[in-house]
């Protein structure tokens, strides 16, 4: 069974840093791209960063130069660090995990998402 945990999530103010943690099970990490992705009262999912199974990395404008993506494969752990918090930071942060098989299709997991409060 593939399961993705979040961690780390908390209340924070304004200006401050918190790192999340993805700790995946049932599957290896490494031949994924992991994603995080951020859910506000009353809005849409939004990508927040991910990290391609070749290293690379992109994430949206609204978090470049505060929110790093990184993993570690031999704990089978995403991350994502996050740096001068702002209050529209604020959401409920999900995990996710796609892989296309040539031969089993799409493999797309979530984490069941871990909350972020920044306060102003």
């Known amino acids: 069974q593939v399961q993705l945990v979040e961690s780390g999530g908390g209340l924070v103010q304004a200006g401050g840093s918190l790192r999340l943690s993805c700790a995946a099970s049932?599957?290896?990490?490494?031949?994924?791209?992991m994603g995080w992705y951020r859910q506000a009262p009353g809005k849409q999912r939004e990508l927040v960063a991910v990290?391609?199974?070749?290293?690379?990395?992109d994430y949206a404008d609204s978090v470049k130069g505060r929110f790093t993506i990184s993993r570690d494969n031999a704990k089978n752990t995403a991350y994502l660090q996050m740096n001068s918090l702002k209050p529209e930071d604020t959401a409920v942060y999900y995990c996710?995990?796609?892989?296309?098989?040539?031969?089993?299709?799409?493999?797309?997991?979530w984490g069941q998402g871990t909350q972020v409060t920044v306060s102003s």
């Open positions: 996710n995990a796609k892989l296309y098989s040539a031969v089993y299709g799409l493999k797309n997991y």
């Open positions: 049932g599957m290896s990490l490494s031949s994924y791209a």
């Open positions: 990290i391609f199974s070749g290293g690379s990395t």
